[in-house]
Structure formats: C-alpha cells, structure tokens
Nanobody, 115 residues
Framework: QVQLVESGGGLVQAGGSLSLSCAAS????????MGWYRQAPGKQREMVADITSSGRTYYSNYVKGRFTISRDNAKKTVYLQMNSLKPEDTAVYYC?????????WGKGTLVTVSS
C-alpha cells in the first residue's frame, strides 16, 4: 500500500517562501512521476508542478519561475520550494504519485498567503 504524507504548509505573508515535502511509503512499482496539485476554495484541483522518473520537470504557468520541484529518490520524497508567494497561491496542496497505472494522493497541506 503506497501512502503519501505532505508537510510544510502554513501561513506566510505575500512575497514570502515556504517549502513543502511529500514522503512516500510502501513498495512502489513502475514509478512514473510525482508532483504537486492544489485546490483553492470553490475551484477545481490544478497541477502545480510535476517531476518524472527521468527527472524532467513541468510547471503550471502560474508558478513558473517562482516554484521549484525536486526529488530525493533515496528518501522517496518530493519537495516544492515556493518563493515570491502571492495571495492567489492560497490553497490546499496535494502530493500525487503515479505508478503502475495508478494515482496515489496525499491528504493535503494548507498553504495560506496573506496580503
């Protein structure tokens, strides 16, 4: 059973930084990608950043240049460094892992950016 646990959310002022972590546990077969999604109140969940098994990264246009995704394979952990945060970045951030045709989700961590 694959489980994902996010950490690092919190309250920050606009212009500040936060770092999120997502640790995966369990046996993972045919790993494809790991990434971050977010869902703001009243909005659909959207992709923020993704990193593939080969290390290729993808970013939403809303966060490109401000957020950086990285991965530690040995720790089965993915990170999201968020800089120059804006109030519109306020959302619950979810970690997602794609492996063997399955999508696994964490429970989410709340990021609140005050103006």
């Amino acid at each position: 059973q694959v489980q994902l646990v996010e950490s690092g959310g919190g309250l920050v002022q606009a212009g500040g930084s936060l770092s999120l972590s997502c640790a995966a546990s369990g046996i993972i077969f045919n790993f494809k990608a790991m990434g971050w999604y977010r869902q703001a109140p009243g909005k659909q969940r959207e992709m923020v950043a993704d990193i593939t098994s080969s290390g290729r990264t993808y970013y939403s246009n809303y966060v490109k240049g401000r957020f950086t995704i990285s991965r530690d394979n040995a720790k089965k952990t993915v990170y999201l460094q968020m800089n120059s945060l804006k109030p519109e970045d306020t959302a619950v951030y979810y970690c997602k892992l794609e492996a063997a045709g399955m999508d696994y989700w964490g429970k989410g961590t709340l990021v609140t950016v005050s103006s």
